[in-house]
């Protein structure tokens, strides 16, 4: 028997992206729905929160300094929300390693090449899928420090 149907790839994640910048925001988006994600974006912490509240997303990448609330208590709030989903902060700052008591599985340290960012945006939807990625990647994971 002859199956005529033509193979799809699954489409990519839902990302949340909460960026106060709307420069940064637009870019991010445009690079990550350039690479098949499905982007939701805000600019507020507080709307950030409602949209995380409605939707369904694989990851949110968030900003530190949003409005209304910080990007900090919005991964706190989604970390203890019945949903696992992975919480990124996107940073200009240098955090060094994961601060303690970080509501953050990753820290994606700014500037830093897309091709990076697009690895780890996918080891952390994989963890988060249960995939082979294992939990104490997520503790760990920053850019530079992933293998491919």
């Known amino acids: ?3 005529n149907s033509t193979f799809q790839s699954p489409p990519r994640a839902h990302i949340l992206l909460v960026e106060k ?3 940064a925001l637009e870019l991010l988006e445009a690079m990550l729905c350039w690479r098949g994600y499905r982007v939701t974006t805000t600019v507020d912490g507080r709307d950030g929160l409602e949209k995380f509240r409605h939707g369904h997303f ?3 990448l968030t900003n530190l300094s949003t409005p209304s609330i910080s990007g900090w208590e919005l991964g706190r709030i989604v970390k203890n929300s019945e949903f696992s989903i992975p919480v990124a ?3 200009g700052l240098d955090f060094g390693d994961r ?3 970080s ?3 990753a820290i994606i340290p700014e500037p830093f090449p897309f ?3 697009e690895c780890v945006v996918d ?4 963890c988060r899928n249960g995939g082979t990625g294992e939990a104490s990647l997520l503790e760990n994971l920053r850019l530079g420090e992933v293998s491919s």
Not at 123 to 126: D, K, P
């Open 58 to 60: 694989q990851l949110i």
């Open 103 to 105: 509501p953050f599985d």
């Open 123 to 126: 080891s952390l939807i994989e």
């Open 99 to 101: 601060p303690d008591h």
């Open 115 to 117: 091709d990076d960012l």
């Open 1 to 3: 028997m002859q199956n």
């Open 21 to 23: 910048n709307r420069g």
């Open 89 to 91: 902060l996107v940073t």
